[in-house]
Every structure is written in C-alpha cells, then in structure tokens.
C-alpha cells in the first residue's frame, strides 16, 4: 500500500510538471505558427481564389502557360545540377576527412567553416561572388593580368545559369558534408576488416559494401540539397536580377506586382514551389530512415 501511494504521489507530480516542461518549446511553436504554418495555408488558400477571393481553378491552370512552365524547367535544372555537383563534391571530401588518410585536426575547422557556410547566402554570397567572378572581379583580372587568360572570353558569364550553379554551390557543398558525415562514421571498420580478410580490394569494398549502405543516405541528401536550391531566392535574385527567369523571381515579382500585378497567381506559383520542396523533403526523410537501419 505504501509502495503504490508512493507511485500515486510521483505520477501526481508528473501531471503538474508536464506542463511546466512544455512551456520551453512555446517559443519555437508560436514562432512556426506564426511564420510558416499560417503564411503556408495563407498561401494554399490564395492559389484557389480569384482576386475578389471566389474560388477558382483558374490560378493553377495558369501555372501551365508556356512562360512559368519555363521558369519551372530552369530552377529544376539549376537546383538538379548544384545538387548533384555538390553532393559528388561534398561527399569526396567528408570520406577524406573522416575515413580518408588527412590528419585528424583538419576535420574540425572543415566541419566548422561547413557550418558557417552551409548557412551564407543571400546578398552577401552574391556580392562575394561578383567581387570574385565578376567581370571586373579579383579572380578574372588576376587570371587577365598574370596567365593573359580572359574567362568571359570563353563564354563564361557570372549572371547565367553555370554563374548560379556555381555560386549555390558555396553553400550545397557544405551541407552535404555536414549531412552526409554522420553516415560515412557509422560505417563499421569490421566491415571493411571482413573485405579484406575474404580478399577484397579496397575499391570492391566500396562499390560492394560501402556504396550499397550509404546509398539511401547518398540519394537522400542530394534530394535535400536539391530542394535547398529549388527554394533559395535572395542569392539568385541579387546575383541575376530578372535575366534568368527562375521560379523564385518569378515569384517575387508577382507577389510584388511589377509585371502582372496577380498576388493570386504568385500564390500558386508558391503553392507549386511547396509541393516540390514537400516531396524532395518526404522522399529524403524517407531514404534517411532506410539508411538509418544499417548505421545503427
């Protein structure tokens, strides 16, 4: 008797502490409440109505017009190519780092300036890459100056699709160290250790153990950093301004009203971006939690 008073009490406790405890995340809940869960229905609501807010089709059907499928096409072959370069370029240098031959201490300030640059974009990152490969930038005239070597001479041009590939790469290269790390640690050393012992090369131990594990991970994170691209607007629109007609511009400006003054159609563009990003994320979650299952 004495024993379950005692559980009464601790269970008494606990129900008048529980809502204690809940009131550490209220912050993050009115945060995300506030600046994404209302905005995002605000904004599926708005691609269903007409400008007197009567529902229609019309907005939808619109984003099929020749010009927005266009724009679509662009930012899908932007964000697929800063993925899949990123992703390749990004995972040769978490595996040198982590089961690589490089000294231990040059994984720290890789994954901390990972850190910092997974996160810089905007008009910074477009004015640093101006000031760098830019007509008139550090790297073209140094390239002028000492080799005689004219980069735009070739066809280069900063403000074009390879110019914004290139710069969203400063921060998909990032990410995918960071994401992709944790995976390449949870590769056993026993598994390697098993290869050779059965007389595997170092390269059959890659494309038939290592390769076939990370896999879903590998697949995963190029499908986040593809949706991370799809997304990003402020570096594409300060970088380019409206010479190249991708989604997020298009989006601006309509929401704005300095084309067509539609905030309607703006609205389903954005309606569409989401069901993009919402299946790039479900389909990463989805291949994380298979990868999940071998690095435990």
């Known amino acids: 008797m004495a024993h379950q008073d005692v559980l009464t009490a601790q269970s008494a406790r606990t129900r008048r502490r529980l809502p204690l405890d809940w009131l550490g995340i209220v912050p993050f809940a009115v945060f995300a409440l506030l600046f994404l869960l209302l905005p995002t229905l605000n904004?599926?609501?708005?691609?269903?109505?007409?400008?007197?807010?009567?529902?229609?089709?019309?907005?939808?059907?619109n984003l099929f017009t020749p010009s927005i499928m266009a724009a679509y096409w662009i930012s899908i072959k932007v964000s697929l190519a800063s993925a899949l370069i990123g992703g390749l370029m990004g995972f040769v240098?978490?595996?040198?780092?982590?089961?690589?031959?490089?000294p231990g201490w040059v994984r720290s300030p890789l994954m901390t300036f990972s850190g910092v640059a997974s996160n810089f974009a905007g008009i910074p990152l477009a004015f640093a890459f101006l000031a760098t490969l830019g007509r008139t930038g550090l790297l073209t005239a140094f390239l002028m100056n000492v080799f005689g070597f004219n980069l735009y001479a070739t066809g280069f041009n900063l403000l074009s699709f390879w110019g914004l590939t290139i710069t969203y790469l400063f921060f998909q290269i990032p990410l995918m160290i960071l994401i992709i790390?944790?995976?390449?640690?949870?590769?056993k050393k026993e598994w390697g250790e098993a290869a050779a012992s059965l007389g595997a090369s170092r390269l059959q131990y890659w494309r038939m153990v290592a390769l076939p594990v990370l896999w879903p991970a590998l697949l995963g994170t190029i499908v986040l950093l593809f949706a991370n691209a799809f997304g990003a607007v402020a570096t594409a629109y300060a970088l380019t301004g409206s010479s190249l007609n991708i989604v997020p511009i298009v989006l601006f400006t309509q929401i704005r009203g300095d084309v067509l003054q539609d905030p309607n159609l703006g609205y389903a563009l954005a309606f569409g971006m989401i069901v993009i990003t919402g299946l790039s994320n479900g389909i990463y979650i989805w291949l994380r939690a298979r990868?999940?299952?071998?690095l435990r």
Not at 43 to 61: S, W
Not at 291 to 294: C, F, G, H, L, S
């Open 93 to 102: 240098m978490a595996a040198t780092v982590t089961i690589g031959g490089l």
């Open 43 to 61: 904004l599926i609501a708005g691609a269903f109505q007409d400008r007197e807010g009567a529902f229609t089709l019309q907005n939808i059907v």
């Open 181 to 187: 790390t944790p995976a390449l640690d949870g590769l």
């Open 291 to 294: 990868a999940e299952r071998w």
